[in-house]
């Protein structure tokens, strides 16, 4: 039993769990140097792990007993804490498009693009889920965006922008809950206490790329021996993760058939050739074979350039399309001959600028105990495994979320919407709320009414006011009450523009502007009229000439005559855009007559409208009731009260014409003008089937006052 405990000596104890092996190491932090006192490898005896995920957990568990066995028998320290990595492989990453399109022109604000972006990951994450319809949970790690989009443009920034539409794209990353599990069963299994987790990508990256480059925008490849997993930085943090299933056994299983012999045999001769000109071999025939360094690196050429070519692709779409500025590779199979300069020939950036890590980045490390080490890009991720536990994130934490306990996964920008996201609490909940849109229709087309906006969510943190960005650490105690929503949408009819435009229309000689009228399903109202969900509303594009009438202060009796575009018509006649309206009453119409037919037949007109005289035998007798004056001296008034009852005006009689080319008789007057054949044929000037009455007299048009013959020809339609 060691004498010793691991938390009186201050030493950090760090496994990289693999698919094929399982590293351990024990060292402490002095003056910036980290010293390694013990390292330790153990290889699994079964495929308890497949794609750096653990499939037997009693397995991983006993062989990471193994190795912590041999680190204390190293160093006499009695093991208990571990920092251990999830594998880059297991992540999820999804990309996804998301758009939103404000109802009115709106300027871009940094609360509107965190709500997008927030947005974005919500729809990322139900997509996720959507896809992987396992059951499990899954925590989000991080989100890089790829793209902003205003109104349809790519554009680097939204803020301060006016827009209609914003759109964006990104690529989020999630880690599955059950990996998590894995790993920390594992490793109780072996009588340990997970102090630490990171992910293997960032691990690799606390060695491989010093803090001073990590604001740059940077690829780190890690070719393992199934997978290659890419992470990319910029701003000091890993903005995206990758995985390629393509690695150092494609190329192993290259030299295997080229050679002849088995998996094993292959990957010693790969090893073996980057650092000797030649490698001999036994191959399956029992035969003593030799192969020079050269001839394995043409063989492996276009499998490297292929796993080269894969990994820029890669790398640029995790990157949003572009290159990045320089790459790290680390892990064994990314030793192989051609690979650096394959990637930085694809990237399109110089050779230097794509390098191995290894001993150049180990400056700040030392070995205490040396033999057998070797300071090869092998150690960098157990070495970063073990920086992972000096470093504040990057490690998974416990915060009260309304009284709920949820665990995070700490990537070092935590704030209060992140543990939002974790519990599923609605997006929408968090910033202000608009009431009800009010929907309906003007003239056919859906109009919409936004609602007012509401109040934001009211946040605490640890009991003191904060918001959504407030960052957060491990215990924080977070309270949200939901954020409202404010006032429905409303609308009246007054505040639709059609309404509030005016039309021209001559009135009697005059123009004047004419106002709007609408009707709301099928019922006329007024402008103050509050609009309803669904209304259907018609602003009408004409006034009936009673409407007109009203505007002009006219008042219409039994004898006004109500004259529509040289038209005859009534108080619902429809009075479009530059119509002509008249209004007058029986007297005016007789004198308009007089006025266009000076040579009409005066004796005609006189029987028709006021009195007929009938003469017979120097007789006089009245008609129509009226009393002429006496026509001889000697006549007694005795004679007139004893004349007969007055008889019908003998000029009368019946005119045929055609109207629509149907023949109709006109009856009881002597004379006959074009209005009167609307008293004998079936047209309703008070349900208007279009615009306006289009007439026709023998193929000219008339006056109304015009007189009509017999035979005449007319048409009489609406168009």
Same mark, same amino acid.
């Given at each position: 039993m060691p004498s010793l405990e691991q938390k009186d000596q201050k030493v950090v104890f760090g496994l990289d769990i693999g698919t094929r092996s399982v590293v351990g190491t024990v060292g402490y932090m002095k003056d910036g140097q980290f010293n390694v006192i013990a390292q330790a490898v153990e290889t699994h005896q079964t495929r308890a792990m497949l794609d750096g995920?653990?499939?037997?957990?009693?397995?991983?568990?006993?062989?990471?007993?193994?190795?912590?066995?041999?680190?204390?028998?190293?160093?006499?320290?009695?093991?208990?804490?571990?920092?251990?990595?999830?594998?880059?492989?297991?992540?999820?990453?999804?990309?996804?498009?998301?758009?939103?399109?404000?109802?009115?022109?709106?300027?871009?604000?940094?609360e509107d693009i965190y709500n997008l972006d927030s947005s974005a990951v919500e729809k990322a994450y139900a997509q996720f889920l959507q896809e992987n319809n396992s059951g499990l949970k899954f925590y989000l790690v991080g989100y890089s965006v790829m793209h902003y989009y205003l109104d349809g443009y790519q554009i680097a920034n939204l803020e301060g922008h006016n827009a209609g539409k914003v759109s964006v794209e990104l690529i989020a990353t999630f880690l599955p809950d059950d990996c998590v599990d894995g790993l920390y069963k594992a490793c109780e299994r072996a009588g340990l206490n997970v102090a630490n987790l990171t992910l293997e990508p960032i691990a690799a990256m606390m060695v491989a790329i010093p803090d001073r480059f990590r604001m740059l925008n940077l690829a780190l490849v890690d070719v393992g021996a199934g997978t290659s997993d890419i992470c990319v930085t910029d701003d000091g943090s890993i903005t995206a993760y990758g995985m390629l299933p393509i690695a150092g056994d494609d190329i192993t299983e290259i030299i295997a058939k080229k050679c002849l012999v088995d998996f094993n045999t292959a990957d010693e001769i790969k090893i073996a050739a980057s650092h000797q000109d030649e490698v001999k071999y036994v191959d399956i025939m029992g035969l003593d074979k030799t192969i020079t360094a050269k001839e394995i690196e043409k063989i492996i050429k276009p499998q490297v350039d292929t796993m080269a070519e894969k990994a820029v692709a890669e790398i640029k779409r995790l990157?949003?399309?572009?290159?990045?500025?320089?790459?790290?590779?680390?892990?064994?199979?990314?030793?192989?001959?051609?690979?650096?300069?394959?990637?930085?020939?694809?990237?399109?950036?110089?050779?230097?600028?794509?390098?191995?890590?290894?001993?150049?980045?180990?400056k700040n490390i030392t070995f205490l105990n040396n033999d057998g080490i070797e300071r090869d890009s092998l150690l960098v991720t157990p070495l970063g495994i073990c920086f992972s536990y000096y470093e504040e994130a990057n490690n998974f934490i416990f915060v009260s979320f309304n009284?709920?306990?949820t665990k995070l996964y700490d990537n070092g920008k935590l704030q209060i919407v992140d543990a939002a996201m974790q519990v599923a609490f609605p997006n929408e909940d968090l910033f202000p709320k608009r009431g009800k849109e009010l929907k309906f229709t003007v003239n056919g087309k859906e109009r919409t009414s936004r609602g007012e906006p509401g109040e934001a969510a009211v946040i605490s943190l640890n009991g003191k006011p904060a918001d959504i960005h407030s960052k957060i650490h491990a215990n924080d105690i977070i309270d949200v009450t939901p954020s409202t929503a404010g006032e429905p949408g409303k609308a009246t009819i007054d505040s639709i523009p059609e309404f509030k435009t005016k039309f021209n229309v001559n009135v009697n000689g005059k123009n004047v502007e004419a106002s709007r009228y609408a009707t709301v399903n099928g019922e006329a109202q007024t402008g103050f009229y509050s609009i309803q969900a669904g209304d259907d509303v018609k =602003?009408?594009?004409?006034?009936? $000439?009673?409407? /007109?009438?009203?505007?002009?202060?006219?008042? !219409?009796?039994? *004898?006004?005559?109500?004259?529509?575009?040289?038209?005859?018509?009534?108080?619902?006649?429809?009075?479009?855009?530059?119509?002509?309206?008249?209004?007058?009453?029986?007297?005016?119409?007789?004198?308009?007559?007089?006025t266009d037919f000076p040579d009409a037949d005066e004796e005609a007109i006189k029987l028709e409208n006021e009195q007929s005289i009938e003469s017979d035998d120097n007789n006089v007798r009245i008609v129509e009731g009226v009393a002429p004056e006496k026509e001889a001296e000697g006549e007694d008034e005795e004679a007139y009260?004893?004349?007969?009852?007055?008889?019908?005006?003998?000029?009368?009689?019946?005119?045929?014409?055609?109207?629509?080319?149907?023949? =109709?008789?006109?009856?009881?007057? $002597?004379?006959? /003008?074009?209005?009167?054949?609307?008293?004998? !044929?079936?047209? *309703?000037?008070?349900?208007?089937?279009?615009?306006s009455i289009v007439t026709s007299l023998n193929g000219a048009t008339p006056d109304y006052m015009q007189p009509i013959k017999e035979g005449d020809k007319i048409e009489v339609y609406w168009k």
């Open positions: 995920q653990i499939h037997d957990i009693g397995k991983v568990g006993m062989t990471i007993r193994l190795v912590k066995e041999k680190l204390e028998q190293q160093t006499d320290i009695h093991l208990t804490d571990v920092c251990v990595a999830a594998a880059g492989r297991v992540l999820k990453t999804v990309r996804i498009n998301y758009d939103y399109e404000y109802p009115d022109n709106h300027t871009i604000t940094d990157n949003g399309d572009n290159p990045v500025s320089a790459v790290f590779v680390v892990g064994g199979g990314g030793c192989v001959p051609g690979y650096t300069e394959a990637i930085a020939k694809g990237m399109g950036i110089p050779e230097e600028r794509v390098a191995l890590r290894g001993e150049e980045v180990m009284g709920t306990q =602003v009408l594009d004409y006034n009936t $000439a009673a409407q /007109i009438a009203e505007l002009m202060d006219i008042t !219409i009796t039994e *004898d006004t005559v109500i004259i529509v575009n040289n038209e005859r018509g009534d108080v619902n006649t429809p009075v479009y855009e530059n119509f002509k309206v008249e209004f007058k009453d029986q007297e005016e119409m007789i004198m308009d007559y007089y009260e004893n004349e007969p009852e007055p008889v019908k005006n003998i000029l009368a009689h019946d005119l045929h014409v055609l109207v629509n080319n149907e023949s =109709v008789t006109l009856h009881g007057k $002597a004379n006959y /003008i074009f209005v009167d054949i609307f008293d004998v !044929i079936d047209f *309703d000037l008070s349900k208007p089937n279009g615009r």
